[in-house]
DNA sequence: TGAATAGTGTCTATCAGACAATATATT
DNA sequence: AATATATTGTCTGATAGACACTATTCA
């Protein structure tokens, strides 16, 4: 029943924000081999298969760039599923990863969709393997880490609004967040260097202009607050 | 230089507290096998080998349970390295998970020991593989969580008193901890069932009696504190 | 001028943290 | 009584959050 070796493979849970910054979408691609010929699954790739890789991070790059040519503001792994009846191939272990993309990103690859993040978190469209649970666990990871980090500002266009920023903020914590609250931590992150005024204004077809932000991580890590943004519940 | 499997294994960094309560070990094992046989090592066991795992975390059980007959407080995955040169044998993966241990376990196997956590990240002794690697990482797991939730305690004794809680805190965050800070977090966690005050004191050789707590975690999860033990810097 | 939206200022609640005050034991 | 330790209470500071107020645009 068991070999010295397992199949491994990296998935990559990949999202991005809707053009109105609304909804959150997974980024998935149609399989071109068996098993599950056809069906919309997460993009991933054999471990050191046909193609050497250096690490898996190295490979999880190469699943993205592969399949879907696409190139990710922010990569995380999160974490390791590995059993047997997961795969109709046998035991299997896969490495899935957390990646936040522009909302600019474009694909014209009608092999690769973005699909609403809530419908495929309730099966809508059923995916194969455990994919339906890796996407879970990683919105569970940005959700997580949303409400303590600058994470969702990964999801936010080059240059941003407040209301963007909090779309974003919204959109990985699935609850709406306060106005002021995010302001603020917007206003500490320019002090520290994370965040830049532009300067440069957007103008809503009504109102008060916006202004523009940019997004200038510092280092490799998040930007860490000391307090939950949910601690009123 | 590519094969479609890899071998694959599981890698645990249990720790205990030491009897003072003031630092923290690592669990090694001493290596039966080659390579870098005869090595302090990580305990750890080969995914779906020679025995069969019905899942990753099954198999992280079974490390520990088969090299060193322990039974962990707490135990969560924490990541997986997987590269060409981590091991003399090729390409290969290892699923490392943090373990928290009863200060009070024993072991009276001399293949197994608890060495200085410190002194193991300082290289002493070094460790084979990336071992040492997977100990950081573990250990920065823990002292991240520490910050904003109750993990210390499942490193403090069965029935514990507010400076074994104090200590456990301190030795994952590697600094001081405030004291009344600690008490209030403990208040907290009461009126919440996550800590039960047991009515028992304990009589230090000089001084008033302390209170004897008894941690009962409610749910899988930790307990998560809506803000940072280090807000002060 | 009025509607719509953006941005600022003020106040409250909560909790980390410093520190003083009190309680309970041993010698 | 003196000392040591545990525990409680008080005060300050930082920041999340609610909300009122001001600013800037278009129709």
Redesign the pocket.
Known sequence: MSSAEVLASVDIVALRLTPESQRLQVLLHQRQRLPYKGQWALPGVIVNGSTADSNLDAAACRALAEKAKVYPRHLEQVGTEGNGSRDPRGWTLSTYYLALLDPAVVVEDPQIAFLDLQGVLDNEPPLPFDHRLLVERAYERLAAKAVYTNLPLYLAPERF???DALSAAQACLGQP?????L???LE?MKSEGWVQDTGE?N?????????LYRHTPQGNGAFM????????G
């Open positions: 609004t407040v209301l967040v306060n106005n002021t609250s302001r603020k931590r500490r204004k103008q809503p077809r009504l109102g008060r202009p916006q202004q607050f000391d307090r939950s943004l949910l601690a009123g």
